[in-house]
Nanobody, 115 residues
Framework: QVQLVESGGGLVQAGGSLRLSCAVS????????MGWYRQAPGKQRELVAT???????DYAESVKGRFTISTDNAKNTVSLQMNSLKPEDTGVYYC?????????WGQGTQVTVSS
């Protein structure tokens, strides 16, 4: 059972930056894919960014050039650096992990971007 704990959310003005962190209960090397997802009020959860244990990154079109996903294998953390934030980036951000067709989720952290 992989356990994930997010931190770093908050309230920021448009154009500002936030860094989200996800503490992982196991070595990030052992998890083929990890990612960040978000859910805005009244909308479905959507993919924001993913990273494989080989270092391959992928991003939603809406965040390319603004967000960066990274892992720290020594600390077993996955981070999301968010720059040039927009009001439409508001939502609950979830850290996710996928291994052997099983999805694991954190409890989520709220990000609110004011205009």
């Amino acid at each position: 059972q992989v356990q994930l704990v997010e931190s770093g959310g908050g309230l920021v003005q448009a154009g500002g930056s936030l860094r989200l962190s996800c503490a992982v209960s196991e070595s990030t090397f052992s998890i083929p894919m990890m990612g960040w997802y978000r859910q805005a009020p009244g909308k479905q959860r959507e993919l924001v960014a993913t990273i494989t244990n080989g270092g391959w990154r992928d991003y939603a079109e809406s965040v390319k050039g603004r967000f960066t996903i990274s892992t720290d294998n020594a600390k077993n953390t996955v981070s999301l650096q968010m720059n040039s934030l927009k009001p439409e980036d508001t939502g609950v951000y979830y850290c996710g992990a996928k291994r052997l067709s099983v999805d694991y989720w954190g409890q989520g952290t709220q990000v609110t971007v004011s205009s």
